[in-house]
């Protein structure tokens, strides 16, 4: 539990039970070290501070193949380690995927496991919704000069698309000056003490352990017109035919 | 209250006393018709039929200023609607944007409307958050070829950015086959049956009415963690400081 | 001319007769001053001192109706200052875009520019190419914190889309550190001297010029496969037919 | 040669001696049909047409690691097949990237390819610039649904930005109806008429054989102003020193 001082009116409830799934989208492998991870680390403090259980990949150092199933070694692919690192993403109530930025775009990497994560987009829980309902998904980025937004923009817009909810302000990151620079945390220093980089990490993390607290209290997100078995069957939940004329 | 047949799982709740704005962002002023009108208006019935209140902009018809502060005639515009558009916005607990799609991007209009969300995105609510938290977004999009995703990319990042809860599967739009062509609605039938549109944008309406009530029913999104002036007095929120090597 | 010392392997042509256009899409009215004209002043130089001429308009300084019709007043707009704007942009070989940056995207006055200039999408010249070509386009871009390339991303997109020539490194500008904080030349001081951000900057300028130059001396981009009325009229230009199988 | 008529104002210069390189970044494994190499092929039968030698690369065929340097297996990767094809892509005149849509974006293949083009981004020719220069860059893009003009916005970008000059209407491809639906070529028929679709293909490769040519027949991009050496030794090419106040 947090040891600031907080006013009255904080609501700091219990986060036991919880899981979250941090995976970094680094394009360097084991042990080389990542900037991205260093981001990530701290943010994964607060989670574990406060009883959330942190699970961590980086995924480049596993064999992620290329396709759109969830399976792909039933589709050509000589390896596939895709299958057992989902059941460890869906075991988790938050996911926070992390990239580097190149060209102002998020990593192959991240886009590999976005992929990956969409093969599994009809897979349907046990009220008929997306099997992601439920969960809540944020991003942290880093690179050396520019294109935090971009990458966010694009990671976040999948996440809430297979079903994930996005809490507020749910990315967070670190860029330099225009230009080639150093990268996040080198030599021991760079961005560490970056105020807007620190205060967006902790809001951040708060508000996807908020997001994902106040879904396990409810159940899940509640399942009335949303579930796709129905609307197959016919129900429209009150959405109007159209009038044709 | 929903007349079509419904499990016992469902999960239907009162949404008496919310509040929705939908703001249309098309380039046509009134009285001109507008497709995305037409859509927006599907998902509207949606709300109605179930309690909430809806108030609808279309942004074109009013003098909303250039710029990124609150009352721009402070700054040599000679006028600016948004002061009073903005207390219709803040007075809702759910935000829709809709946008046409020119060029694979949200209008101009629609970038406006953002830049003004964004004037305030330094006002905090009594707990020292955003005062955009609390509230649930979404968005609409209407195109003849190309780019639903790519504008709800950048309509959800900026709405969570700000401090909207965006709810799983938050972006619905209609587009035809690549290359021009009839818009939806042409003719009293272009796109209206797309089931796909259809159940995206029930889905949409849906999980925003249900986030919103989740959010008013917890008093606001918790408050612990994200509150600005207990960061800037110091609080950290259990952020770990930098190890600095 | 050049005073620097160059290889004997520069190709210094003149420039003679070209024209420029500069359009700065900053929210600020003049006279405010905009950071993104600092960046843009300093691009116009080198075309002034290579006997380039040079056009700037001050978008948001102009009442540019929303829509995509070549003049909005005859689609119900009050006033439309875009016919006579268009008229000083097709007179240009060079069409430069800035803007500022807000949430990570362009600006709505560059949005606005950029609708209008594709309400000409279908004009053609003598060839029966777009009007465009036979142009080239870049873009100049400043912040305080994040979106370079994002932003550069859809300009220049839209601009070779529209039919101009997207010279090498055609994008450039300036960003700080992650976070709020100082704009391009505050203080008269900052990013002033960023190496990248002028060394791009200055590649641009010439890159523009280049591609002006080659493409004026060839009589404007080669006419054949890219005319539409002959594609309408049933020329293929060697495109196979499909094998329906 | 092109057997339609064609007026007297034609262009048609030989291409000869070109060059052209398409990669497929299908996320597919040979022999699987690629949806994308449909519309590759057609764009490289008009190429093969009019003399220009046509080289292919289907990306996911090719063990080519993640990372940003040339050769990654001199940074811990076990094998690493894109020096060699790099060989392929630098021997290029013409570069194409073809890509399918996946939650709106272009694939991780893509991603990886142009992660890897990078790499090489500071690698100079004989003159000091940007050994991309001189060549001329374009996409294809097949999707089922949308996204054609945010994957071009992404591929344009990085290859102007790496030197590669953007012909007019570079961006080409096939989208069905918003939703699922059946995909380039299904059924030996779909898309393969989108008069659009063909259109612009057609545009896209002859622009960029004409542009090609130019820069061939220019002996390459011409060389002032855009030289790295001779900038990081002081020449500033009519660059204004800043006017500090």
């Given at each position: ?34 900037h ?35 399976d792909?070694t ?13 059941e ?17 775009d ?11 994560l ?31 937004k971009?990458?966010?923009?694009s ?32 030599d ?13 990490t ?13 879904l ?9 017109g ?20």
């Amino acid at each position: 539990m947090s040891t600031q001082p907080t006013t009255a009116a904080d609501d700091i409830r219990s986060f036991d039970g919880l899981r979250a799934m941090y995976i970094n989208c680094t394009l360097k492998l084991s042990p080389q070290s990542s900037h991205t991870q260093l981001l990530m680390d701290r943010s994964a403090a607060i989670m574990r501070t406060n009883g959330v259980e942190v699970d961590t990949i980086r995924a480049a150092d596993h064999r992620i193949a290329p396709g759109v199933y969830p399976d792909m070694t039933e589709h050509g692919a000589e390896a596939d380690d895709w299958p057992e690192l989902f059941e460890r993403v869906i075991a988790a109530d938050i996911l926070i995927l992390g990239t580097p930025i190149w060209l102002g775009d998020k990593s192959s990497v991240c886009t590999r496991v976005i992929e990956r994560l969409y093969a599994h987009g009809g897979d349907l829980n046990d009220h008929g919704q997306s099997r992601y309902y439920g969960r809540a998904g944020g991003c942290l980025i880093t690179g050396n000069e520019d294109g935090i937004k971009h990458c966010a923009m694009s990671i976040l817009y999948s996440l809430q698309h297979l079903g994930y909810t996005i809490p507020p302000q749910a990315d967070a990151g670190w860029i330099g000056e225009a230009g080639p620079g150093p990268s996040y945390g080198d030599d021991g220093t760079v961005g560490l003490d970056n105020d807007f980089t620190n205060r967006n990490t902790t809001f951040m993390t708060w508000n996807l352990m908020h997001a994902a607290r106040l879904l396990r209290d409810s159940g899940g997100f509640p399942a009335h017109g949303n579930q796709r078995p129905q609307w197959d069957a016919g129900a429209r939940f009150d959405y109007p035919a159209p009038e044709h004329r």
